[in-house]
């Protein structure tokens, strides 16, 4: 989106200044420094968007267990997302640099294969890549971050502090009423992958076929739900990709 800047220029001068004829000359100074600023904006978002860097990644491999009893838990389903971000303020999500999924076994344990070299020129990964998304029903959504980046650019060779350890992953404890809303974080996730061109959404064929199973679920047992849909999803989809709806059908399962 597009950001408006209005300069007036009568705010850069006292009033004063303006009774005494200033203000003609000083506008000129006024419109400069305003282009100046902004050719100075519009250099650091082509920095931070528009110059290619070429990334590669180490495995991971962990294991989920239960926050309570510290038992393995089997068949989460789980999504690790190296987000690109930029823009003015360099925390949008302007895009996925790699997307994978992985369902735990019975141990518990998951695992993503190291990937790259893969250039990327739309934004760049920070702090909080990968993410992993840990989804279950009858536990609580759980989003885990990469935080050692801190608010810098990750280097171009990216690790994950978690690997090798054991992730807590809790039980929905609320009233079972309550289950129904506590997913509008996998909402806001997926609204900025499934747009998105290079057709990241068929990595994760399994996570979005349990999100609409969950889903189904919770309306037939009369609660209502904040989890999409995949007709909402196939909606929103970018359609060069084809039908998402028909391809997580087909190879979620």
């Not at 992993?132 to 171009?156: D, T």
Request: hydrophobic share 40%.
């Amino acid at each position: 989106m597009a950001t408006r800047f209005d300069v007036r220029d009568e705010a850069w001068l006292p009033r004063s200044a303006q009774a005494n004829g200033c203000r003609p000359a000083l506008r000129g100074a006024a419109r400069r420094m305003a282009r100046a600023t902004l050719a100075c904006i519009f250099a650091v978002a082509v920095t931070a968007c528009g110059s290619e860097r070429t990334y590669t990644a180490e495995p991971i491999a962990a294991r989920i267990v239960d926050a309570d009893t510290g038992a393995p838990v089997e068949g989460v389903n789980v999504v690790a997302a190296w987000q690109a971000k930029g823009g003015l303020e360099g925390g949008n999500i302007m895009g996925y640099v790699m997307v994978m999924e992985d369902v735990t076994d019975a141990n518990g344990e998951f695992s993503f294969p190291g990937w790259g070299p893969k250039k990327w020129g739309n934004g760049a990964i920070r702090d909080g890549a990968p993410l992993l998304i840990l989804f279950k029903p009858g536990y609580e959504v759980s989003f885990v971050w990469e935080r050692k980046y801190g608010v810098e650019f990750a280097p171009s060779h990216l690790s994950w502090s978690g690997n090798g350890k054991s992730i807590q992953f809790k039980k929905f404890a609320r009233k079972e009423d309550e289950y129904a809303h506590p997913n509008v974080g996998v909402w806001t996730v997926l609204d900025t992958l499934i747009p998105q061109r290079g057709c990241s959404w068929k990595e994760i064929p399994r996570f979005l076929n349990a999100v609409d199973l969950q889903r189904r679920a919770l309306l037939a047992s009369g609660k209502t739900s904040d989890l999409p849909s995949l007709d909402s999803l196939d909606a929103n989809a970018e359609k060069s990709c084809g039908s998402l709806k028909a391809y997580v059908l087909e190879n979620g399962r």
